[in-house]
């Protein structure tokens, strides 16, 4: 009797140790949902430059155009549209403010979610693993800046882009192909980035099957390419400019190559370099197949996402966000290795198996208690809410014009109308020939010199603001909050409206 309790203990260990991994992918899942769902309703940002994605919906959502020549009234960020346009008719169906654009995200992370437990299910029929390969995205929530429920596109687009790769792999018809490639356009009209993500996919599909491949490459290509052709005609050749020009200036003039090995040590090896492993090992175990459909798609999905997080992570103040790619291919292979990790180790020490079990058990329970955080501080507070308040009731107030360098959205709440984003200004300023520049530096100058504004409120003073002269027709009256501990941004750059200036007397040339 003692000797058949006694070998009860490696299974009952082995039951034990793979519940608690379970539930910890279970509670990440939850702690992302309520997070979100307590977050959904904020009226004021969540990271810094919500408002200004706010503001173009705003446009889209009056019947204006969103890629049109800057002005001090506006000037668009080099995004695609699709995530904009469906803001906005999310919109018209709500109250407005930041809802219905973080709606659109959380639903797409619910949805990437679904799709990446669908796929590895069916990859290899265990319910365990895809649990896993969800639970560990989730658990990526706040080490990817917690982008999967705010107000950006970058969630519709690794929906979209998944959906087309659930399609690719699972059919081979050029039918299939079509609809995949226009779900990958449509991506790239959500963000530029799928384009990049989608080349080594496009490429692993012509070895596999080069009509299917053609099929799906010629309806990407053709799909970006007259849709280019038809928004440039409707906006007089702006879209090139903030869509193409704009982000490739950018990333050219910013680009360190110091934070290639930053990405790879501290964004991804150091958080999920467990995950990596198991990855590599799937990949590894694979090799012979290398010229199989599974194996061309998941490594042409690997080197796309993990190849995009890096390119967009490299460039100066590139946040989080841009490794949402990387985590989520991480999670895929991650569960894809677990049946083929746990049969390895089986084969490899044969009669102890269980023991062998529970050392995978604890190994990936170490994973995910590696990306443990706390949910309260990603959650604005009700001081963070009254301080918002008193500013829109504040710019309300002000007898005239305020601008709001770096959240205009806030103005427009007040009604006090819409002004360009002084990050919008320093982007644009980057791809405009030096006379159309010099115009529209004259424009914010001359808004400046002649006091338009009966107040600016500004984050920090820094370029170009130093350029249109703001301490020589303005000064500094106060400050916007009393306190330093409220309304920062819960993710993003750490910054806030933090001085009032007032304009100088006429009498000051």
């Not at 992570?313 to 291919?329: K, M, T, W």
């Not at 249109?468 to 993003?492: E, I, K, N, Q």
Request: charged letters at 15%.
């Amino acid at each position: 009797m003692r000797q058949n309790r006694n070998c009860n203990v490696p299974a009952l260990s082995a039951g034990l140790l793979k519940g608690l991994l379970i539930s910890a992918a279970g509670a990440f899942i939850a702690v992302f949902i309520v997070t979100a769902v307590m977050r959904m309703g904020y009226p004021f940002e969540l990271e810094w430059m919500e408002g200004t994605v706010a503001d173009h919906v705003s446009r889209l959502a009056e019947g204006r155009a969103m890629y049109v020549p800057p002005s001090v009234r506006f000037i668009p960020f080099g995004y695609t549209p699709l995530y904009f346009y469906m803001a906005a008719a999310f919109r018209a169906c709500s109250s407005g403010g930041f809802f219905p654009l973080r709606l659109i995200s959380f639903l797409s992370s619910l949805g990437c979610l679904a799709l990446l437990f669908l796929y590895v299910r069916r990859e290899t029929r265990s319910m365990t693993a895809a649990w896993l390969a969800a639970g560990l995205f989730s658990a990526t929530y706040a080490l990817s800046g917690t982008w999967f429920d705010i107000a950006r596109p970058d969630m519709l687009f690794l929906f979209l882009f998944m959906a087309a790769f659930f399609i690719l792999r699972y059919s081979e018809s050029a039918g299939s192909a079509v609809i995949a490639g226009f779900l990958i356009a449509l991506a790239f009209l959500t963000k530029q980035s799928a384009l990049a993500v989608s080349l080594p996919v496009m490429a692993g599909l012509l070895v596999y099957s080069r009509k299917q491949g053609f099929v799906f490459s010629v309806t990407i290509i053709g799909i970006i390419g007259v849709s280019t052709l038809i928004l440039d005609r409707i906006h007089d050749g702006w879209y090139s400019v903030y869509v193409f020009d704009l982000p490739r200036a950018r990333w050219l003039a910013t680009a360190v190559a110091g934070k290639f090995v930053q990405f790879w040590t501290q964004d991804l090896i150091a958080p999920l370099g467990i995950a990596l492993l198991f990855g590599l090992a799937y990949l590894y175990a694979n090799r012979k197949e290398w010229r199989s459909r599974p194996f061309l798609l998941h490594a042409g999905l690997a080197l796309g996402m993990i190849g995009s997080s890096c390119f967009v992570r490299i460039e100066h103040g590139g946040y989080l966000n841009s490794l949402i790619p990387a985590f989520f291919v991480c999670a895929l292979l991650f569960g894809l290795s677990i049946p083929r990790v746990y049969a390895f180790f089986k084969n490899a020490f044969p009669g102890h198996g269980p023991a062998a079990g529970n050392i995978l058990h604890v190994i990936m329970l170490f994973q995910f208690a590696s990306l443990v955080y706390y949910p309260p501080y990603l959650i604005p507070s009700s001081a963070d809410r009254e301080a918002g308040e008193n500013l829109i009731r504040h710019i309300a107030e002000t007898g005239g014009d305020v601008w709001l360098t770096h959240h205009g959205y806030y103005t427009g709440a007040a009604g006090k109308g819409e002004w360009a984003s002084l990050l919008a200004l320093k982007n644009v300023l980057r791809v405009l020939p030096p006379d159309r520049a010099d115009t529209l530096i004259a424009e914010f100058d001359a808004a400046i010199k002649h006091r338009k504004f009966a107040a600016v409120i500004v984050d920090e003073y820094q370029y170009p603001l130093t350029q249109l002269g703001l301490d020589r027709y303005y000064h500094r009256s106060a400050p916007v909050f009393a306190s330093d501990d409220v309304f920062w941004p819960v993710t993003g750059r750490r910054t806030r409206p933090e001085w009032i200036y007032t304009p100088e007397s006429r009498d000051n040339p």
